[in-house]
T-cell receptor, first 112, second 113 residues
Framework: AQSVTQLGSHVSVSEGALVLLRCNYS??????LFWYVQYPNQGLQLLLK??????LVKGINGFEAEFKKSETSFHLTKPSAHMSDAAEYFC??????????FGAGTRLTVKP | KAGVTQTPRYLIKTRGQQVTLSCSPI?????VSWYQQTPGQGLQFLFE???????NKGNFPGRFSGRQFSNSRSEMNVSTLELGDSALYLC????????????FGSGTQLSVL
């Protein structure tokens, strides 16, 4: 069965600093990979996804992630954090059977 | 297009009772998935329905069940509630292909006293 590990349940950065949220996955087949964001009292919304092709994927709000098969990683980055980026971020993996699993989440805090 | 709608938004039950949660997917979506969200545990996958058939299932006890109707609306039932069932239950819909994103509802917050 596939699984997702997000390193760091809480990450705190200063406004304007680099954001790096780590995600490692296990899957027996080439996976589809996703990052979702959850703002307080809301459902999840998609930030970006990797299906096939270019391994560097750009998403909304300036976020991007790189699929590294050799490292089984899909880390999320943003060059410069904004106060509005404060939220919980979830990495997810899905296989061809449509079985989708999420990580435990990383809460991002942005300090002024 | 209306989003994914979950009802009720909040629910308070006592141990031993049962509860039914409802999810109306985006029009045209045939896949509905259910997740349990608790602090520190992230989203735990319950099950996924596609065209009225359960296609995938997570590792939850048989007290958790679901179904999907011909109009793609889905219900989730939890019987003999336990304190540990207190959580935010999220429903998500899609057209059912693995490369597609999921559209999430705002969830039902269940409190078991």
């Amino acid at each position: 069965a596939q699984s997702v590990t997000q390193l760091g349940s809480h990450v705190s950065v200063s406004e304007g600093a680099l954001v790096l949220l780590r995600c490692n996955y296990s899957s027996s087949v080439p996976p589809y990979l996703f990052w979702y964001v959850q703002y307080p009292n809301q459902g999840l919304q998609l930030l970006l996804k990797y299906t096939t092709g270019a391994t560097l994927v750009k998403g909304i709000n300036g976020f991007e992630a790189e699929f590294k098969k050799s490292e089984t990683s899909f880390h999320l980055t943003k060059p410069s954090a904004h106060m509005s980026d404060a939220a919980e971020y979830f990495c997810a993996v899905r296989n061809n059977n449509n079985d989708m699993r999420f990580g435990a989440g990383t809460r991002l805090t942005v300090k002024p | 297009k209306a989003g994914v709608t979950q009802t009720p938004r909040y629910l308070i039950k006592t141990r031993g009772q049962q509860v039914t949660l409802s999810c109306s997917p985006i029009s045209g979506h045939r896949s509905v998935s259910w997740y349990q969200q608790t602090p520190g545990q992230g989203l735990q996958f319950l099950f996924e329905y596609f065209s009225e058939t359960q296609r995938n299932k997570g590792n939850f006890p048989g007290r958790f069940s679901g179904r999907q109707f011909s109009n793609s609306r889905s219900e989730m039932n939890v019987s003999t509630l336990e304190l540990g069932d207190s959580a935010l239950y999220l429903c998500a819909s899609s057209q059912g292909q693995p490369e597609e994103k999921l559209f999430f509802g705002s969830g039902t917050q269940l409190s078991v006293l």
